[in-house]
């Protein structure tokens, strides 16, 4: 229950918590060091257990993404699904693992050492048909090298990451929008004051967005905020004093008739990009259907 639900095992400890778990499991509760030497490697092996009965003898798909942890350590995550000519088939995480350093070589050896843990007794190369990742390129360069063992595996690249980067080139091609966006973010970042101005001008106004640069779609929402409430955002910050911080003199100094025309300019043309990726996020989208949303996007 404890691993499933994401609780520490240091929570033991607290003498209520454990002092509860007791009074109504009516048992002894064990230290958090038992838990985790003998308890939770059983969990672990029934879960991988589970994992290898639902993919033997399918075909499946692979995807891998690497992300960093709040202790700036390398984290290979490898998720791995049924491929189902009806349906989407089950997924599942396979495993997560810390990398010393991201390249090629090691995505290439986590992808290795994850289908040896999925078939124990010898990889089944076969039936590995679908490696998904984005396109950064040491993963690009690892899906060449592992296609040579492979044979069956096609590479593809998330089309929502592949959008995320037309919507990253856009932002780069509008520098005093984006300019305008960081700032205005900063303005009412932890700021009653400023917050409550907005509130006095326009009480039903929700509060500026907080886009950031790696959540895909998020800078143009910001930009769709703007462009709709333009008007209303401009006198809130003309109404504050620049000297008060430097982020509110720059955002004062950007207002502008070509911000306002850049700002409709994206949001009329490129505004369809987050709702399509919004789209292409959704679990057990079919083929078709993902198709069909990329050629809105390109018309």
């Not at 290439?108 to 078939?119: G, H, R, Y």
């Not at 620049?242 to 009329?268: G, H, M, P, R, T």
Request: hydrophobic residues 40%.
């Amino acid at each position: 229950m404890m691993a499933s639900a994401n609780i520490p095992f240091s929570k033991l400890n607290n003498p209520c918590f454990r002092g509860f778990l007791e009074k109504y499991t009516t048992c002894n509760i064990p230290d958090e060091s038992t838990l985790r030497k003998l308890y939770l490697p059983r969990c672990y092996d029934d879960k991988l257990n589970k994992i290898k009965q639902s993919v033997q003898g399918n075909k499946i798909w692979v995807s891998i993404d690497e992300s960093t942890d709040v202790e700036g350590r390398y984290i290979g995550n490898v998720i791995v699904g049924v491929l189902s000519p009806d349906s989407a088939g089950q997924k599942f995480l396979l495993t997560s693992e810390n990398l010393q350093k991201v390249n090629h070589s090691t995505i290439v050896n986590l992808f290795e050492t994850s289908m040896s843990l999925l078939w124990p007794n010898g990889i089944e190369y076969e039936n590995v048909m679908l490696f998904v990742t984005d396109a950064a390129p040491y993963i690009v360069k690892a899906a060449k090298k592992l296609k040579n063992r492979y044979k069956n595996m096609v590479h593809i690249t998330c089309l929502a990451h592949g959008l995320h980067r037309v919507a990253d080139v856009i932002r780069t091609s509008y520098p005093d929008v984006d300019n305008f966006i960081a700032n205005t973010k900063k303005i009412f970042r932890k700021a009653p004051s400023r917050i409550l101005a907005l509130r006095e001008i326009a009480p039903t106004l929700p509060l500026p967005p907080s886009p950031v640069v790696t959540r895909w779609g998020s800078w143009l929402n910001a930009v769709q905020y703007y462009a709709t409430h333009y008007d209303t955002i401009i006198q809130v910050i003309a109404a504050l004093d620049k000297n008060d911080a430097s982020c509110i003199a720059v955002a004062q100094s950007l207002i502008s008739k070509q911000l306002f025309e850049n700002l409709n300019l994206i949001n009329n043309n490129f505004g369809d990009i987050s709702i399509a990726i919004k789209k292409l996020e959704a679990s057990n989208l079919e083929i078709s259907k993902t198709i069909d949303i990329i050629d809105v996007v390109s018309k």
